[in-house]
């Protein structure tokens, strides 16, 4: 797993590249079936054939070049115009090119979109806010938001960020969406002399999904700003903590991908540390069965819902 999954063990680069790693970022060296051309920040990465592959007569194509497309609706219309072979379309765009006979579609539904309330700081310190944010959610309207009312998900949240029907699945560990205890909540804590103001902070192509975040945030008695950033800044600013609800996401479930997620001593997208949740995260990577491995991502999952440290909001979109 650590040699396919997202981690530093799944690349194997030039001994003689690696040593300066600046020079090895701006022009990769390794064996796969391209090579490194030209990269222009911001704008596109051409690649072309390697002539020595290991794999004869393979890749069949020349070349392929990557172009950042940041608006996603600008990435739809070029697809659908011929301008581009191949696009990432984001879910609620699916419904504009799913009857397109020049496309063929092929949705993607893993992992998982999460929020997750920076619990150093008010309002996400308080566990009463964090439930009442997650109580404010319907999934069956997220659906629509995110998915443009397509039948790739079905609004199910029970399982993310694994696959549905997983043994590592824990039942009960989600809330069904309730505005009235939401604002209870809520109140109880702005009586108290709390803060309502905090910012979410997205990445710069999921506006449709961070402004209905915000619309039922504010809903329930919170004053929430947005914070569009690029992906750089998003990556600097989730570590760093600036943030007040991080909108964040997963396209895999488990160890370490999931699991530094969560983990005090990993990217800890919550920021706050729960010696019960260590233990149980320890448990799930290093049990030497899977049927304890999976308990203990059963127990992550209660620890994750009863302490409201973040909560799973759809399948990835």
């Not at 004869?56 to 581009?84: A, H, N």
């Not at 039948?151 to 505005?179: H, K, M, R, Y």
């Not at 699991?259 to 290093?286: I, M």
Request: glycine share 8%; net charge negative.
């Amino acid at each position: 797993l650590a040699l396919t999954g997202s981690s530093s063990a799944s690349l194997i680069g030039s001994p003689k590249a690696l040593p300066d790693p600046a020079a090895f970022n701006a022009n990769p060296v390794g064996a796969g079936p391209f090579v490194f051309e030209s990269w222009t920040p911001d704008d596109k990465l051409v690649l072309t054939k390697n002539d020595d592959y290991w794999d004869e007569g393979k890749p069949y194509l020349d070349g392929v070049t990557y172009t950042v497309m940041v608006d996603s609706q600008t990435r739809t219309d070029d697809l659908i115009s011929g301008g581009k072979d191949l696009g990432l379309i984001q879910g609620n765009a699916w419904n504009a090119v799913k009857d397109l006979p020049s496309i063929v579609m092929i949705p993607v539904p893993t992992g998982g979109q999460a929020l997750i309330p920076n619990g150093t700081m008010e309002p996400g310190s308080d566990e009463r806010v964090r439930e009442a944010m997650s109580m404010s959610l319907d999934p069956e309207v997220t659906a629509q938001v995110l998915f443009g009312g397509t039948q790739v998900w079905d609004a199910d949240v029970s399982c993310i960020p694994f696959a549905p029907g997983s043994p590592a699945c824990a039942e009960g560990t989600t809330n069904a969406q309730d505005l009235e205890k939401a604002k209870e909540l809520v109140k109880e804590y702005l009586d108290e002399g709390g803060s309502p103001d905090t910012e979410l902070v997205y990445f710069q192509t999921l506006t449709d999904q961070a402004t209905y975040y915000q619309q039922q945030f504010n809903e329930i008695g919170l004053n929430v700003t947005l914070t569009r950033v690029d992906a750089a800044t998003l990556a600097a600013r989730q570590p760093a903590g600036d943030y007040g609800i991080f909108l964040g996401s997963t396209a895999s479930a488990g160890f370490p991908t999931v699991w530094t997620r969560y983990y005090s001593g990993g990217t800890n997208w919550g920021k706050v540390t729960y010696d019960d949740l260590d233990e149980a995260l320890l448990r799930a990577r290093d049990e030497l069965t899977l049927e304890d491995r999976n308990k203990a991502w059963q127990d992550v999952a209660e620890i994750i819902h009863d302490k409201s440290i973040l909560f799973w909001t759809s399948s990835s979109s």
